[in-house]
């Protein structure tokens, strides 16, 4: 989806006071996932990271859930039953909605409007980034930082969980549960992708140049694996 230059332009501030904050304040260790204890502990009910336990830590106001959390909710939904990969959220107004992306300026009913389905689609899908940096967007129009804070904070956290699953390159690629987040870290990072390319054993490679400096490149891997997989599990037809 297109979206107006002016919007654009602030969804990448956004993503920039992202990349301080999760390289300075949000330090990550980079570590390769143990996908079998993600399971066992997001299945176990005992656990502090039993899965319904961790949707309602993120989706409460509380801001110290560990950084374990935030990658055993991120790569536990890969066990969940409704997960795809490939799903779009469809809900009423959502044309509506989408043509507030392209104005200039919106008045403070519109930015009610974007952050009304914002809240329905994350209801949805809790890991649509795209949605919750519109949330944040609407939210600091409407002068409601402390809000928009605690959102941008779990963002920051949702990034660096991605991230800290490996280093982008050939050898060890970022694990990602959804295709467009390839685009979200590729973005994060201060490139545009310019190509796509599907490799062999599940890797991706984003082909990319700095926003600021075309003549920059960079390719970015991504580990697809297991998110083709469910896909292929879910949608048969397509594989």
């Known amino acids: 989806m297109k979206v107006n230059k002016s919007i654009l332009a602030l969804l990448l501030m ?10 300075a304040q949000y ?18 009910p005992s656990s502090l990271y039993y899965y319904p336990k961790l949707v309602k830590w993120f989706n409460s106001n509380d801001t110290v859930m560990n950084f374990e959390a935030y990658r055993d909710l991120y790569y536990g939904f890969l ?11 469809q809900l009423e107004g959502k044309e509506e909605v989408e043509q507030l992306y392209y104005k200039d300026k919106l008045t403070r ?40 804070a605690v959102r941008q904070y779990r963002l920051d956290k949702l990034i660096a969980a991605i ?35 599907e490799q062999e054993n599940g890797i991706d490679c984003v082909k990319a140049e700095s926003e600021t400096d075309s003549s920059k490149k960079k390719d970015f891997y991504f580990d697809v694996e ?10 048969p037809e397509d594989f």
Not at 14 to 23: D, F, I
Request: net charge negative; glycine share 2%.
């Open 79 to 89: 066990f969940q039953e409704d997960y795809d990969p490939f799903r779009q959220t």
């Open 226 to 235: 297991k998110m083709l997989r469910v896909a292929a599990q879910k949608h």
């Open 14 to 23: 956004l993503l920039a006071s992202m990349s301080v904050a999760t390289h």
């Open 163 to 197: 991230m800290s699953s490996g280093h982008g390159t050939k050898d060890d690629p970022w694990v990602v549960i959804f295709p467009e987040h390839e685009y979200t870290i590729v973005n994060f990072l201060g490139y545009v992708a310019k190509d796509h390319v």
């Open 27 to 44: 330090k990550f260790e980079v570590r390769s996932l143990d996908f079998d204890k993600i399971q066992r502990d997001i299945s176990d």
């Open 109 to 148: 009913d519109e930015c009610d409007m974007i952050e009304r389905y914002a809240v329905r689609a994350l209801e949805d899908n809790i890991f649509d980034i795209d949605q919750i940096t519109y949330y944040i967007y609407a939210l600091k129009q409407k002068n409601k930082h402390a809000r928009a």
